[in-house]
């Protein structure tokens, strides 16, 4: 089934450490490049700014989430409590001042709500979970999880050359350069 | 680091000194050895100990919890010790155990997040592990106090046949929404935070079934930083959501007994003293997991003493003011002038489950007093005792509360001793092989220590390592910490 078309997924080099990854990030975001990533272990500090990537806009999303679990919240224990089903017990009205009343209801919904969309919007975000993707082609690239930090340029950059691209990346302190390929 | 930090500076200069940033990992280990001795415990055959626990863990369970319940369910709740005025005994006792021992979990990973605790990243991985299934233990008991295991649908809002809805003002229904959702956030934190340890697991699998179920499981992560800047702002939303979760699901369960009007449990203090109990408990529970697993597989230069130290402390704390909620319960009995409150207390000191209350004063409140010696925190002897202490001081706490109050209400003509059935030691016994064995499993199957965030405690792995090695005398005198004065100067 498999056809042997490759396409040029981009460079991937190898850099000795953290620090080595945080000065190479710098100069690849200097030279303009768009489409790339750095890989590491760990999170590494300060690497968003190095990369010059904007803040996450996650908390949004989550602010929404949290807000539709308080709305969902309210609306199922006044309907029910109020409107459907008026329970008269422990001496409290079946008015809206029965509010105070549900108020745990309306905290625990507003975070399991706000805990979905932290969940669903950060694999959104991530673009996960997906089955397979070029860069696990790369042996070297196995050790990613391990001991070992990266920067992929992509071949789709307007910016990439197959040589300079890698010349670019050479300067930077990568060793084992390789150009990742993928199955068009 | 002390000798180089001082060699080669202006001697007159007045020195001041900083203590020395504590070494997390001991012995300058590499990013592959964390690798290699957490995945190796996975990948390698587990040592013989973990099947002399883990079968018997599996038969108690099996004949605790499934045969004890499969009996229950066949015959009918009454086969526990419950009657009419005792409606809560031991099922509820062990609901409000399990789910205390849930919480330090979530306050390891969350709240000691917030605040910067670098030192929770060897440890926070099995506490949350320990959290969700102590939550799966806790889960049984209000599950099958019911009565009719098979309505349980009916706790939640759904709309059924009878037009009924549940009564939203109740605690016990807000308890319904507080430990689902707190069962849920645990395992989505939990889950998320081991995705790219999953991916390490998973590149160092040969083809097959297991680096498939792994890989899957890894969700497909890589590692790039485009990930990480989305997974580290998820991860301190998740900390900072579970932060007052956590806070609200004890203080939600010591409601059920807060909002009743029976002597001995209608009072305000029960929220923070249910929640400081519980942080109490479940860091007891984890030092009592993790002390033995440390050295099962050699993991004591990443479970370090300061570790430990630093856990004896927080049990210390959360000890102490246990301590002051008791004398602070006997107060208001007195102080309130309420003859009710005063004898529901008398009763408890002075009635016939003296011994429990007397049970539950020494270990939980005296026992960890021996932690303000330094010594005492350095054996891990001592320190395994008194968490075995607390374990069972914490199980009284709620015995305690529930059975000395509720077989002895308002009307004496109905007061009579509460024994639990053997169906009810039974299940108990049963829900402790069930939490041993999916530990186990855990342990077999799941890296135990967060291998990312351990990575990250090293030194080398910030970006500005090499900057602070370019200028070595900032003016200070570093004094030795803990590890180091602890090994003598070893553990460089």
């Given amino acids: 089934m498999s056809t042997s078309a490759k396409r040029v997924y981009g460079y991937l080099a190898e850099y000795e450490s953290a620090s080595a990854l945080y000065k190479a990030a710098e100069k690849v975001r200097d030279a303009g490049f768009k489409k790339w990533d750095c890989y590491s272990p760990f999170p590494i500090h300060g690497l968003d700014n190095a990369m010059g990537m904007k803040r996450s806009i996650l908390p949004y999303l989550v602010f929404c989430g949290g807000t539709l679990g308080l709305i969902t919240g309210f609306t199922l224990a006044y309907t029910t409590q109020v409107v459907i089903y008026p329970t008269v017990v422990q001496a409290k009205p079946a008015n809206i001042f029965t509010t105070a009343a549900f108020f745990p209801i309306l905290f625990e919904l507003t975070i399991l709500l706000s805990g979905f969309t932290t969940l669903f919007g950060v694999l959104g975000l991530m673009g996960l979970p997906r089955l397979n993707h070029p860069l696990f082609a790369s042996k070297q690239f196995k050790r990613v999880t391990d001991d070992a930090f990266f920067i992929a340029v992509e071949a789709r950059d307007p910016n990439f050359n197959a040589d300079a691209t890698r010349e670019l990346l050479e300067e930077a302190g990568g060793t084992n350069i390789e150009l990742v390929e993928e199955e068009d | ?492």
């Fill in chain 2, 1 to 492: 680091m002390a000798n180089s930090a001082t060699a080669g500076t202006d001697s007159n200069k007045p020195k001041i000194p900083v203590l020395e940033r504590e070494q997390l990992i001991l012995n300058n280990r590499s990013y592959n050895w964390i690798t290699e001795t957490i995945c190796g415990i996975i990948e390698g055959r587990q040592p013989l100990i973990w099947w002399l626990l883990f079968i018997p863990s599996v038969i108690v369970a099996a004949i605790g919890v499934g045969g004890g319940l499969f009996y229950l369910v066949s015959t009918g709740v009454g086969v526990w010790g419950n009657s009419n005025n005792a409606m809560w005994g031991w099922p509820i006792v062990n609901f409000v155990f399990w789910i205390g021992i849930g919480h330090a979990g979530t306050l390891i990973s969350a709240i000691l997040f917030l605040t910067r605790q670098n030192w929770r990243t060897s440890i926070n991985r099995a506490a949350e592990a320990m959290t969700i299934f102590a939550v799966c233990c806790a889960g049984i008991y209000p599950m099958f106090h019911v009565g009719r295991v098979w309505m349980v649908w009916f706790l939640a809002p759904i709309p059924n046949a009878n037009a009924i809805w549940q009564n939203f003002k109740s605690p016990l229904l807000w308890d319904v929404f507080a430990v689902s959702t707190y069962f849920t956030i645990s395992l989505i934190f939990w889950y998320m935070g081991m995705v790219p340890d999953l991916a390490t697991i998973r590149d160092r699998c040969k083809p097959g079934l297991r680096k498939m179920l792994y890989g899957i499981f890894a969700l497909g992560w890589r590692g790039g930083n485009r990930q990480w800047s989305h997974y580290e702002m998820m991860y301190l939303l998740l900390a900072a959501l579970s932060t007052p979760l956590v806070l609200s699901v004890h203080s939600i369960v010591s409601f059920d007994f807060a909002t009743s009007v029976v002597p001995g449990w209608h009072t305000t203090i029960f929220p923070p003293y249910f929640v400081a109990g519980a942080v109490f408990g479940g860091f007891a529970m984890v030092l009592t997991i993790m002390i033995p697993a440390r050295f099962i597989y050699g993991l004591q230069d990443m479970i370090t003493m300061k570790h430990i130290d630093n856990m004896a402390k927080i049990i210390l704390l959360t000890g102490t003011i246990v301590g002051y909620a008791y004398i602070m319960e006997l107060f208001v009995a007195f102080y309130s002038g309420s003859k009710y409150e005063g004898a529901a207390f008398w009763l408890r000191i002075a009635g016939p489950y003296d011994w429990a209350y007397f049970c539950m004063m020494f270990c939980n409140v005296v026992a960890p007093q021996i932690f303000w010696a330094k010594a005492m925190r350095e054996n891990l002897w001592v320190v395994m005792g008194v968490c075995m202490l607390v374990n069972i001081g914490m199980w009284f706490e709620r015995f305690v509360i529930i059975v000395t109050t509720l077989p002895r209400m308002w009307l004496p003509g109905d007061w009579k001793y509460y024994n639990p059935s053997a169906v009810d030691i039974m299940t108990y016994v049963g829900t402790v092989g069930m939490f041993l064995t999916l530990f186990l499993l855990f342990l077999r199957f799941l890296p135990c220590i967060n291998i990312a965030e351990v990575k990250w405690t090293l030194k080398q792995s910030d970006p500005h390592f090499d900057d602070i090695n370019d200028h070595p005398d900032d003016g200070t005198e570093k004094a030795e910490a803990y590890q180091q004065e602890l090994h003598g100067g070893e553990a460089k």
